[in-house]
């Protein structure tokens, strides 16, 4: 159990569809990622949040689209993907930005069809 | 531009030693971090290093040389479990993390 929590865990769906992913951590953190891993390529950071504020944007398409009402929870909503959008979604936490260990989730196997 | 290479893929015996080099070419250097990452989940981080010279935890090592740009993970007593993929990941001065494309790491028996 590393404190962060992801939600769902596989996911499929079709390029017209509206889907969002749920992280929560529950280790009092004030900085939240989001992060992409496909095949075969490097961990690629998508958004920072810290203190519920954006700080962090790498160029990001976007039909990914973050949300980080609090603290302690952080959505990536999904709206017309791509095939190539296929991969795993890492939700990371940590006790702020110039922390330098993350807690990393579970992640979301994400497979847009 | 930033560039982090590492080699691809290697290969040890259990009970070996292993060392797995970095090298970084970033704008600007805020640390270097290591990271463990089995097949279908998340990484977990392993060191850190921000000055120059050796890291010790347990059977993990870090090394680090700013002006070469350059680190290693030196792995010891090598076990069945550490067959994983180890990341290399940089910080710039932005804080933008710059990941390496991992090299992928097999004990054998």
């Known amino acids: 159990e590393t404190g962060v929590t992801q939600t769902p865990r596989h996911l499929v769906m079709g390029m017209t569809n509206k889907k969002s992913l749920k992280c929560e951590q529950h280790?009092?953190?004030?900085?939240m990622y989001w992060y992409k891993q496909s095949a075969k390529k490097p961990l690629e950071l998508m958004f920072v949040?810290?203190?519920?504020?954006?700080?962090e944007n790498n160029s990001v398409p976007s039909r990914f689209s973050p949300e980080c009402p609090n603290s302690s929870h952080l959505f990536l909503h999904l709206h017309t993907l791509q095939p190539e959008d296929s991969a795993l979604y890492l939700c990371?936490?940590?006790?702020?930005?110039?922390?330098?260990?993350?807690?990393f989730g579970p992640g979301t196997r994400l497979t847009v069809t | 531009g930033q560039n982090i290479d590492q080699p691809t893929e290697m290969t040890a015996t259990e009970g070996a030693i292993v060392q797995i080099n970095c090298t970084y070419q970033?704008?600007?250097?805020?640390?270097l971090f290591w990271y463990q990452q089995h097949a279908g989940e998340a990484p977990t981080f392993l060191s850190y290093?921000?000055?120059?010279g050796l890291e010790e935890k347990g059977r993990f090592s870090s090394f680090l040389s700013r002006s070469k740009g350059y680190s290693y993970l030196l792995l010891k007593e090598l076990q069945m479990k550490d067959s994983a993929s180890y990341l290399c990941?940089?910080?710039?001065?932005?804080?933008?993390?710059?990941f390496g494309p991992g090299t992928r790491l097999s004990v054998l028996p």
């Open positions: 990371a936490s940590s006790q702020d930005t110039a922390s330098y260990e993350q807690y």
């Open positions: 280790l009092g953190h004030n900085a």
């Open positions: 949040y810290s203190l519920e504020e954006r700080v």
């Open positions: 970033t704008s600007g250097f805020n640390g």
């Open positions: 290093n921000v000055l120059d």
């Open positions: 990941a940089v910080e710039d001065y932005g804080q933008n993390f710059v």
